[in-house]
Each structure stands twice: as structure tokens, then as C-alpha cells.
């Protein structure tokens, strides 16, 4: 079972950042492909970053402004935002594929592990 917490969540205004951190268990994170998804009110949870060996991808909407990373020596992934706008405001997850070296996905169902989500709010 993986365990994951996030933080660095709260309130931004409009053009300023954040950087959300989440600390994973498990012996094999380095082999882990990561998410990091949100769920506005009223909205179903998207897509917004993931890495993996295969590489890094974004959300078209976040591109530009966001940058995933991780640091596998602390077991923890990172989603640094910039320029955060107000229709960023969301609960924002990470998720792990937790199998050997899968590839990252921009699909919900393919991740197995989720954490249990920190806000992020952007006034305008």
C-alpha cells in the first residue's frame, strides 16, 4: 500500500504561485509514475501534471506556468505554480501509478494511490 500526503496549498492571489509537495511511502518510489490531478466545485477531477521515466506532460491549461518534479532520494513529488489564475482554485491530488516503471498518464483510472487532497485558492 502507498501512503501520500500533500501540503503547500492555500490562498494566492491572482499571479502569484505555489508549490504543492507530496510525500510518498514505499521503497520503489523512484519507479513510481506521479500525478497531480484537481476538482473544482461542480467539476469532475482533471488532469494537471505527471512524470515518470517516459518524461513530463501537462494539462494544456497549466502548461507554461506549472512544472512537476520529484526528488526520489525524499520520496516526495512536487507541482511548483505560477502565475496561478483564479480558475486554478481546486482541491488538487496527487495520485501514484505504483507499478515498476510504468509510464506517466493523464488518465484518472490508471493511478492507484491517492492522497487526500490539498486546497488552492486564487482570488481574483
Known amino acids: 500500500q502507498v501512503h501520500m500526503v500533500e501540503s503547500g496549498g492555500g490562498l494566492v492571489q491572482a499571479g502569484g504561485s505555489l508549490r504543492l509537495s507530496c510525500a510518498a511511502s514505499?521503497?520503489?518510489?523512484?519507479?513510481?509514475?506521479m500525478g497531480w490531478f484537481r476538482q473544482a466545485p461542480g467539476k469532475e477531477r482533471e488532469f494537471v501534471a505527471a512524470?515518470?521515466?517516459?518524461?513530463?506532460y501537462y494539462a494544456d491549461s497549466v502548461k507554461g506556468r506549472f512544472t512537476i518534479s520529484r526528488d526520489n532520494a525524499e520520496n516526495t513529488a512536487y507541482l511548483q505554480m505560477n502565475s496561478l489564475k483564479p480558475e486554478d482554485t481546486a482541491v488538487y491530488y496527487c495520485?501514484?501509478?505504483?507499478?515498476?516503471?510504468?509510464?506517466?498518464?493523464?488518465?484518472?483510472?490508471?493511478?492507484?494511490?491517492w492522497g487526500q487532497g490539498t486546497q488552492v485558492t486564487v482570488s481574483s
Open positions: 495520485a501514484a501509478r505504483a507499478g515498476t516503471f510504468l509510464p506517466a498518464s493523464s488518465r484518472i483510472y490508471e493511478y492507484d494511490h
Open positions: 514505499g521503497r520503489t518510489f523512484s519507479s513510481y509514475a
Open positions: 512524470i515518470s521515466w517516459s518524461g513530463t
